[in-house]
């Protein structure tokens, strides 16, 4: 269990260190990369002496930029790990991981009730389907399903914003809470957020619980099928027996697997939300900086989510022992090894391949 | 022909998945054959601005006056080149990777599959904005590798659990013994056996990117030149067409196709799933 878990979170920080450097090339390293253009466009400016131009670049950057290329390099990355990405080009007043601070939670918040909310509906209408395979009610669904799954959440964030913010004026079109209330634990201040937080939860819900439902109908239809089940028919044992712990458990093996795989796609997918909801998220930043041309703060929001999604990874991958107790134990472990287990092939992430 | 005659028969009685099919050839034809046979002008006609549908417009038309049908007719190509090409590149890499290292095994598959375990963990979407960002991508070639940066990993992993399960089969032991060399173990043994599973995931691979591409040029990451459905959205959302009705046309229409598209592609591909699964059929 701890090798497991260590072997994870070495993995978690060679991942971060790689986003770290590929953060660091592609300001660095691109042919017309950022930074020279900074400093181009500083020089033309004029009115800086040499020394202050480098000070700026410095500033927004954290590298000194007439340092060896290994040394700037290790300059960011020590930066990086300390918690210093610079600051924003076009707010030089504020740090990049101020700004970041402040829009993550409001991302993580709505990311994670988005997901909660759709795996708990999608994994209750998929059982429901398996439950009444064939019947109109698991046709209907099944069309349904697989309709609202294929479009893609940014249209289904327009259509919401043309009817409920335009046409009949039920919700407002952005921000995090209204002007009208305090910051804080207060009544209006919860109410608020939660107001304005409904419409970019009811879009991602909306596109993603159709994946669970499907993913789930098929898990338990094949989980159905398996001789255990039938085992534990022919034993007598109660229908509410057999659902919870032999059918449910077992299909909601792989859906837990699916759970890790969607965090990194609801994020990407938050990024179209929050910039059309103009919720102050870390995807709205990234696209604002990204028309900025503010690339400093760019690359912050990229690590920033990267970093999310690996944590909520990690998370994930410590819960599935829970889930399934063959992980936990190596030599149950090696067993299921032994049998080539087609769980990954027979369940497509929500969202085809863009996951 | 056992493959087409399978897929009529699967399709006569899924009628949704023969839909499916046929939207998506109409798709591909609007593709090919679109841009010869509509032309949009570069005349700017104020007084044509926001139509109501007619005769002559079928779809009403824009803030220049132009048709908004024969926009998204001529749309279509730019969109669905960027769709095949990075499903192309998608499929070809995740394949090639998976079977060479689930064939070869050793330390070759334990080092890929850490690189591969990267990709899949890496948000696909913010890495692609990302490089968008900084990389030209006028180039529908260039667009379609950066889409697929990270698509191919779940391939890769999925397509190399078989070609594992695959090894210890008596054909491979017999194109072993036989001696053959590894391309055409690879290409002549293994491939024809994942066949069917990489044909699903390259329509899946299409819908993917386009779902991404259009993001990005509603985005306005990608440069904003000629003309498609992202850029029309992006276009009609900029001349505040949430705030005016007379644009709903200009503005839901690009959407629209998109959502026909997609949802076309997903029925049509459950119907290859059920002619390559026969599994499937009897549920």
Request: neutral net charge; glycine residues 8%.
């Amino acid at each position: 269990m701890v090798s497991y878990i260590l072997k994870r979170l070495a993995m978690s920080l060679l991942i971060i260190y790689i986003v770290i450097s590929l953060s660091f090339f592609m300001i660095r390293l691109m042919p017309g990369n950022p930074m020279a253009a900074l400093e181009a466009q500083l020089r033309m400016q004029g009115g800086l002496s040499e020394v202050e131009i480098q000070q700026r670049i410095n500033a927004v950057y954290s590298v000194t930029p007439d340092a060896p290329v290994w040394e700037q390099y290790v300059q960011y990355v020590w930066g990086a790990v300390r918690g210093d990405l610079g600051r924003p080009i076009t707010n030089p007043g504020t740090t990049v991981v101020a700004v970041i601070a402040e829009a993550l939670p409001w991302t993580i918040m709505v990311v994670a009730v988005s997901l909660i909310i759709s795996f708990i509906i999608g994994i209750a209408v998929g059982a429901m389907m398996a439950a009444f395979q064939s019947s109109r009610f698991s046709q209907s669904m099944t069309f349904i399903v697989s309709f609202l799954s294929a479009i893609p959440s940014y249209l289904v964030a327009i259509a919401l914003l043309y009817v409920l913010t335009s046409v009949y004026q039920v919700f407002p079109s952005g921000g995090a809470y209204g002007v009208d209330v305090t910051p804080g634990f207060n009544g209006p201040y919860v109410i608020s957020v939660l107001y304005h937080a409904i419409l970019p939860i009811a879009a991602s819900v909306i596109t993603s619980f159709g994946g669970w439902a499907l993913g789930m109908k098929g898990s338990a239809v094949s989980v159905l099928g398996a001789e255990y089940v039938r085992a534990a028919e022919s034993r007598g044992l109660s229908d509410r027996r057999i659902t919870q712990s032999y059918v449910g458990r077992n299909s909601m093996l792989p859906m837990v697997t699916q759970l890790a795989l969607s965090v990194g796609f609801m994020f990407g997918g938050s990024v179209f939300i929050e910039t059309y909801f103009q919720y102050p998220g870390i995807g709205f930043y990234m696209i604002q900086s990204v028309g900025q041309r503010d690339y400093s703060l760019m690359m912050g929001c990229f690590l920033l989510i990267t970093v999310s999604v690996i944590i909520t990874n990690l998370l994930v991958d410590m819960l599935y022992p829970l889930v399934d107790p063959r992980i936990a134990n190596p030599a149950a472990r090696a067993r299921a090894a032994d049998q080539p287990s087609d769980t990954d092939q027979e369940v497509l992430p929500a969202g085809g391949s863009m996951a | 022909m056992r493959f087409l005659s399978d897929l009529w028969r699967i399709l006569r009685h899924d009628k949704g998945a023969l839909i499916g099919g046929a939207i998506v050839l109409i798709y591909c034809l609007a593709a090919i054959f679109g841009p010869m046979l509509v032309e949009v002008g570069n005349e700017q006609d104020a007084s044509q601005a926001y139509l109501a549908p007619s005769l002559e417009h079928p779809l009403g038309t824009d803030s220049l006056g132009q048709g908004v049908l024969s926009q998204i007719i001529v749309g279509t190509r730019p969109i669905m080149i960027v769709g095949v090409l990075s499903a192309v590149i998608t499929v070809f890499v995740g394949v090639a990777i998976g079977l060479l290292t689930g064939y070869v095994g050793g330390v070759a598959d334990t080092v890929i599959m850490r690189i591969t375990d990267i990709f899949l963990t890496i948000p696909g979407l913010p890495l692609i904005i990302v490089l968008a960002s900084v990389i030209n991508t006028t180039n529908p070639v260039v667009l379609a590798c950066i889409l697929s940066i990270t698509a191919w990993a779940g391939l890769a992993r999925a397509i190399r659990s078989q070609a594992m399960s695959l090894r210890s089969r008596e054909f491979v032991e017999a194109a072993k013994l036989q001696g053959v060399s590894l391309g055409n173990m690879v290409g002549r043994q293994l491939l024809p056996n994942v066949g069917p599973y990489v044909a699903i995931h390259f329509l899946l691979a299409i819908t993917g990117a386009i779902y991404a591409s259009v993001g990005l040029f509603l985005l306005g990451v990608a440069p904003i030149s000629g003309n498609n459905w992202g850029i029309m959205i992006n276009l009609a959302m900029a001349q505040g067409a949430l705030y005016t009705t007379d644009s709903a046309f200009y503005l839901f229409s690009p959407m629209a196709a998109i959502v026909i598209l997609q949802v076309a592609f997903v029925f049509f591909s459950r119907a290859l799933d059920s002619v390559f699964n026969p599994r499937l059929r009897v549920q």
